[in-house]
């Protein structure tokens, strides 16, 4: 059975920095591109960051210099390292994975975490 589960999450003034993990089991993932997805209450899934097989790397426009997607393969585990953290960061913060190209849109991922709550206070 295939499981993504990720970690890290919690409370953090603005300004500070939160590392998120997420490990998968059941399967390799060398091949897949890994993602991260984060939703507001009351708001859409929307893609942060994503990471190809080859280490290519992708990130939407509010993350930009602020957080940074890795991934170790020989782990299985991909993280996201959040830095300058804002109120607006706020949110479930979802990895995801799928086989082929990165996209950003959430439908396009097969396997899905069950989260992680990130709260910025201001």
């Known amino acids: 059975q295939v499981q993504l589960v990720e970690s890290g999450g919690g409370l953090v003034q603005a300004g500070g920095s939160l590392r998120l993990s997420c490990a998968a089991s059941?399967?390799?993932?060398?091949?897949?591109?890994r993602a991260w997805f984060r939703q507001a209450p009351g708001k859409e899934r929307e893609f942060v960051a994503a990471?190809?097989?080859?280490?290519?790397?992708y990130y939407t426009d509010s993350v930009k210099g602020r957080f940074t997607i890795s991934r170790d393969n020989a782990k299985n585990t991909v993280y996201l390292q959040m830095n300058s953290l804002k109120p607006e960061d706020t949110a479930v913060y979802y990895c995801a994975a799928r086989l082929v190209a990165e996209s950003r849109t959430p439908g396009q991922y097969y396997y899905w975490g069950q989260g992680t709550q990130v709260t910025v206070s201001s």
């Open positions: 990471i190809s097989w080859s280490g290519s790397t």
């Open positions: 059941g399967r390799t993932f060398s091949t897949y591109t």
